[in-house]
């Protein structure tokens, strides 16, 4: 067990070998490598003081630590093309299920001639 201590928070806290373990094991979910303490000491300092209070005050294995954790790490997918007209098409809505809730079972039915 090692005190840390944020300089801009001024928080002094002893994270134990479950809390590195639970931290390591997000930062594996999220960027598929596994770092030594050392570096994920490191890793830790650089995250933003919000994800890093929440580690100071419930510890690193509470859940939303790690799920911000893992957000703040994770690659970004690329942006989507924006969706184009496609003339042609027809949507065909497949009905009722018995409950009087309409499904969600939507069908695209290319045609071979355009309608105009």
């Known amino acids: 067990m090692r005190k840390f201590k944020d300089k801009t928070l001024f928080i002094t806290k002893t ?4 809390d590195w373990a639970c931290f390591h094991d997000v930062i594996l ?3 598929d490598k ?3 303490q050392k ?3 490191e890793m ?3 995250l933003p003081e919000s994800i890093k209070f929440t580690a100071f005050e419930w510890g690193m294995g509470d859940t ?3 799920d911000n ?3 703040h790490l994770s690659p970004k997918p690329a942006p989507l093309p924006p969706k184009e007209h496609v003339k042609g098409a027809l949507i065909i809505n497949t009905g009722f299920k018995g409950t009087g809730k ?6 695209c039915v290319r045609l071979h001639k355009p309608i105009d």
């Open 15 to 18: 994270f134990t070998s479950h």
């Open 69 to 71: 954790v893992f957000e």
């Open 44 to 46: 830790f300092e650089k």
């Open 64 to 66: 939303v630590f790690c």
């Open 29 to 31: 979910s999220a960027t």
């Open 102 to 107: 309409l499904w969600d079972n939507t069908t």
């Open 39 to 41: 570096k994920l000491m």
């Open 34 to 36: 596994s770092h030594p």
